[in-house]
């Protein structure tokens, strides 16, 4: 089989992946990244749970996580610039689903500003906003196979929201921060999973 022969069966591949769904939204390094973040909401987690009651030793704890999201969102943000060699399903990802997402966050806040407006408890209305996250989160893993690693950081988001109201401040910090390290540890164990099905699938289609 010829060169050119190969490359339209490549270009085949990568349009029966992007009309299937099967075209990936990241790569290793998008999975590398997510187990990386999740490591580092270890550390607040288990300042949390020693009982460490200072709040600024508390945030000087979630600082590595943080830094990790900025600086890991800027590299990809730069990375899927139209000049740079990046699939398709990954541009979309970062340059029309992350701005649709940060849209939604102003939505969240407003909700929460009229159910405590309305008289709803502080707790019940930080509580739904977590559930109406994790939801969205859950229908986008369903909706999307190439998305399947949201589904456990949305299933975190919605056991915060539910457990939000019974738990004090200190409580609800090694809750969340538990939640969101083992989602996230989980998430990047299904993207290498993904990754690993493609591979598989490139090898037997070539």
Known sequence: MSTSELGRLQNDLNIIRTVTGDDLPFDRWDAS?????GCSTVLPAIV???G?????????????FVAAVIIGLARNYRAVHPSKSCPHEKRK?????VPIMLAVVPLLFGFRFWATSA???????NGCV???LGLLLIIEGLYNSGRRAAMLPGIAAIVGGCMWPYCNLYQLWTLLWSCVTISLVGASAIMYR??????QRDDCAN
Do not use: D, I, K, S
């Not at 990244?33 to 973040?37: D, G, R």
């Not at 990802?93 to 689903?97: A, D, F, N, Q, V």
């Open 119 to 125: 008289g709803a408890p502080a707790a019940v209305a």
């Open 93 to 97: 990802e970062y340059r029309l689903g």
């Open 33 to 37: 990244f997510t187990l990386a973040v």
């Open 48 to 50: 949390g749970a020693a």
């Open 194 to 199: 993904q990754l690993a099905v493609r591979v």
């Open 130 to 132: 977590m559930l109406f």
């Open 52 to 64: 460490v009651e200072t709040r600024w030793v508390l945030l000087l704890a979630a600082a590595p």
